[in-house]
Antibody, heavy 112, light 112 residues
């Protein structure tokens, strides 16, 4: 069956880079787009961006050049990298296969 | 960005009664292809969002037929007929017509 699981650092210091991995099973990354959505106390649910089945990406301009989404199809993994973290980036980060299947989310706290 | 505005519910809603959740978009979500680019999600306490409705009125796989979506280009309603305890949570609308995809702030449903 379709499964998605995010893994990440938990705690990140301000100005540092966040790296989260979404490991999937039950489908091929070359057949579906994968998106990243976060949920913060300040802004609620925010769409961050996605990577299409063909590998091209689309980003929320809110994150400007801070955000990068990539994948390794051989490992069934999708990656989120965001730099210059601020305390306002504290929240739960979700990966999702299109809109239908979501991971459990990973809590990220940005604090010194 | 398209702004999504959700209405509140007169909580708590008696079990077995119907509940209607409203959502308004700052721009028409009706595409020239005839489809309306609106999703509805339910986020139960402690869980990830779950897709309920897409294309404004199409139920996602496995979703109870107690849930129905309707609307025009800018005004939308999610109706839950005969609410049950498992319906408790926060409901979100989301537009996916334009980047960045945007969510409403959520509508909380409590059951009496």
């Amino acid at each position: 069956q379709v499964q998605l699981k995010e893994t990440g650092p938990g705690l990140v210091q301000p100005t540092q880079t966040l790296s989260i991995t979404c490991t999937v099973s039950g489908f091929s990354l070359t057949s579906y787009y994968m998106q990243w959505v976060r949920q913060t106390p300040g802004k609620g649910l925010e769409w961050m961006g996605f990577i299409r089945s063909g590998g091209s990406t689309e980003y929320n301009s809110e994150f400007k050049s801070r955000l990068s989404i990539s994948r390794d199809t051989s490992k069934n993994q999708v990656f989120l990298k965001m730099n210059s973290l601020k305390t306002e980036d504290t929240g739960v980060y979700y990966c999702a296969r299109d809109n239908s299947y979501w991971g459990q989310g990973v809590m990220v706290t940005v604090s010194s | 960005d398209i702004v999504m505005t959700q209405g509140a519910l007169p909580n708590p809603v008696p079990s077995g009664e119907s509940a209607s959740i409203t959502c308004q978009s700052s721009k028409s979500l009706l595409h020239s292809n005839g489809k309306t680019y609106l999703n509805w999600y339910l986020q139960r306490p402690g869980q990830s969002p779950q897709l309920l409705i897409y294309w404004m009125s199409t139920r996602a796989s496995g979703v109870s037929d107690r849930f129905s979506g309707s609307g025009s280009g800018t005004d939308f309603t999610l109706k839950i007929s005969s609410v049950e305890a498992e319906d408790v949570g926060v409901y979100y609308c989301q537009q996916f017509l334009e980047y960045p995809f945007t969510f409403g702030s959520g509508t909380k449903l409590e059951i009496k």
